[in-house]
């Protein structure tokens, strides 16, 4: 018995196929979610909903900008180090490069952009916002350094990265909890400086996979800039799905609302570990396979992913008003209506941000960026008709219309775009039988 346990624990660790990398994946993620909520709960308790609300603030504009900016580098990166693989140390380089320029660039929009829209907030927050945005090209070369390495099947050290940054944070915000020296700017910088660390030690280990290169790049560039501006359209989407009602709510409510929400919306995102494991492994794994294969691979990953999600969904749900007054205090109770909205978006947002690896896959993401984009435009105007209304709960309304619109235009456009049947959404017998026969045949190999 202790023996099969070993081997089951053993296939975990340093399993290498697709199942065993979604499975280390996940369990990276859970770990990863259980330490952000203990973060969360130290950072709630210590400075209440108005001062969560100001750190949130802080650190929000860094990470949006990163993401914002991509122009879709980091998914071109991954296609063709799938594809070219004989050329990967020329594509590496000339992302690295372009990253690093449109990082700058962004930072230096943000410096001037901040004090226009965080107006309502003290002089202080908005020069220490300000302060923060140099780290943006760091943020995004962290984005790219991660799925260099899931490219090149190194899921074992990108899951380390990724367990460490909350760890240091834990440790970080823990200690001044401890010395009483908590405050939104210093709980800020315990959220980002473990990034910058994660970082460094990325830049060490990926000089031994690739040689990096300064000159002889032009033809690189094209190609990488050809699928990453056809590709960037669905990332800003993701991206937006996910932040921009944080980044509406700053500048339409008080910071105490703003830390309501945000509550709301990161213990909602916990939902989000399940597709988040899947779309790591899945993309990499099937860039540049023929349609009908990646087509009925990515089914599968939405299927399974969809109804760990949708189980995990209606306990959490349930639990909900136990859950935040256990975690953050009774102050913190005026969240449960709009996390039990952001519950449902999340699963919705999560399945279409599957099904999108398919068209990423085959090299056609063009058609269903614009799609994409139309469903994420509808959220803006929604956003600023019912956040003044409704509060919160219009955020979260807003949010659930946009990811409902996506997940009908991107599901429609399995036959539109790919000429295929789209695929099911109900979990079947054939696909436990391929998961638990991956989990045997791995076992079996090391016997």
């Known amino acids: 018995m202790f023996q099969n346990v070993g081997k089951k624990v053993n296939w975990l660790i340093q399993g290498k196929g697709s199942v065993a990398a979604t499975a280390q994946t996940m369990i990276t993620m859970v770990g990863i979610l259980a330490i952000n909520v203990i973060t969360g709960m130290i950072t709630a308790r210590t400075l209440g909903p108005e001062g969560r609300g100001e750190q949130a603030a802080l650190i929000l504009w860094p990470e949006f900008m990163a993401n914002v900016i991509t122009l879709g580098i980091p998914s071109a990166l991954v296609y063709n180090l799938r594809r070219y693989p004989e050329e990967r140390s020329n594509f590496f380089s000339a992302a690295v490069i372009l990253c690093t320029v449109l990082g700058i660039g962004s930072a230096i929009v943000g410096i001037v952009f901040l004090p226009q829209w ?86 060490a280990y990926l000089k031994k996979i690739f040689k990096f290169k300064w000159s002889g790049l032009r033809k690189t560039y094209r190609r990488l800039m050809s699928y990453g501006v056809r590709s960037y359209g669905v990332e800003l989407v993701k991206t937006l799905s996910g932040q921009l009602s944080q980044v509406v709510i700053i500048g339409l409510l008080s910071s105490t609302n703003l830390g309501i929400y945000v509550v709301a919306l990161k213990l909602s995102r916990m939902m989000n570990v399940f597709q988040t494991s899947f779309v790591t492994v899945l993309f990499p794994k099937v860039a540049g396979r023929p349609v009908k294969e990646v087509v009925a691979v990515t089914g599968r990953a939405v299927r399974v992913s969809l109804a760990l999600t949708c189980s995990a969904g209606l306990v959490i749900s349930f639990l909900a008003p136990i859950v935040l007054n256990a975690l953050y205090g009774q102050e913190f109770l005026a969240a449960i209506s709009v996390f039990r909205i952001l519950l449902i978006e999340i699963i919705i947002s999560g399945t279409v941000w599957v099904f999108l690896q398919a068209f990423m896959a085959v090299g056609k993401p063009g058609v269903v960026t614009i ?77």
Request: charged fraction near 10%; glycine fraction near 6%.
């Open 371 to 447: 799609l994409q984009g139309l469903g994420v435009a509808v959220s803006v105007p929604l956003m600023f008709l019912l956040i003044p209304q409704y509060g919160l709960e219009g955020a979260g309304i807003a949010l659930l219309c946009s990811s409902s619109i996506r997940l009908i235009l991107v599901y429609s456009s399995y036959g539109l775009v790919l000429k295929v049947s789209p695929p099911s959404l109900l979990l079947n017998k054939k696909d436990l039988d391929y998961v638990f026969q991956q989990v045997r045949s791995k076992q079996k190999k090391r016997i």
């Open 118 to 203: 965080l107006s309502q907030y003290p002089t202080e927050t908005i020069r220490m916002a300000q302060v923060l945005m140099p780290i943006v090209p760091i943020f995004l070369l962290a984005q790219l350094f991660a799925v260099a390495l899931d490219a090149s099947s190194q899921f074992a050290i990108s899951n380390l990265g990724r367990y460490m940054m909350p760890v240091g944070t834990l440790i970080l915000l823990g200690g001044l909890a401890i010395s009483n020296k908590i405050t939104p700017y210093t709980a800020a910088l315990a959220y980002i400086l473990p990034g910058i660390v994660v970082f460094a030690s990325r830049v």
